[in-house]
């Protein structure tokens, strides 16, 4: 971690605390979040991790042990503060979940305005968001310029809703790749969270369909000229 390692250990930050401007020659430029035996938690309730660098994980990046397949990991629990304004060459710009890695966004909680994806999943990994979490205008570099990516799902990865759902001003943005696992971002859903979700891609649209939330290609047949 550029600013923070927390490794094995606990880490909380509240009120109007500040991590700021730094960089990391690999992962991590914020905070690093690792487990070797037992778990790793950063609780952030408050305050701002900003202007940091990394390859993955400019501004928090959590790890699970040195297996791909590890059952016990790390977790970073966001209730509250702001993570903007982070750069990740690769991905993860906002944060990095990886392997089995946690991260639980709650709250007011913001991840915006970060470059290379706002929260980037990997495939074993969870992302647990409830009541009203924004994931906004963050990007990626392509070729042709900077195209949004808020929450970049890997593979098999999917999007958690928490028990207490979400509620007014939840905004999350979302992409996974076309052709994977019929486009389905969250599995398991009892009520339709699709208007808490948008497409990052404009040719498709979050739907509700049997108890999932599917990014789907747009209907354009009706549309006239």
Known sequence: GGGVYVVDGTFTMNDNASITGNTATSTDGGVGVYTTSTTATFTMNGGTISGNTATNGGGVGVYGT????????SAFIMNGGAISGNTATNNGGGVYVSKSGT????????????????????????????????????????????AASNVYLNGGAYITIGKNGLTDGASIGVTKKK???????????????????????????????????????????AETH
């Not at 486009?183 to 497409?199: E, L, M, Q, R, W």
């Open 103 to 146: 991260f639980n966004m709650n709250g007011n909680a913001s991840i915006k305005s970060n470059t290379g994806n706002g929260v980037c999943v990997g495939e074993r990994a969870t992302f647990t968001v409830s009541s009203a979490p924004t994931v906004t205008g963050n990007t990626v570099k392509n070729t042709v310029g900077n």
């Open 179 to 221: 052709g994977v696992d019929n486009g389905v971002i969250a599995k398991n859903v009892s009520t339709d969270y699709s208007g808490k979700f948008f497409s990052d891609d404009k040719t498709r649209e979050v739907k509700y369909k049997d108890n999932q939330l599917v990014l789907a290609e747009k209907d354009t047949s």
């Open 66 to 73: 040195g297996s791909a397949f590890a059952t016990n990991g």
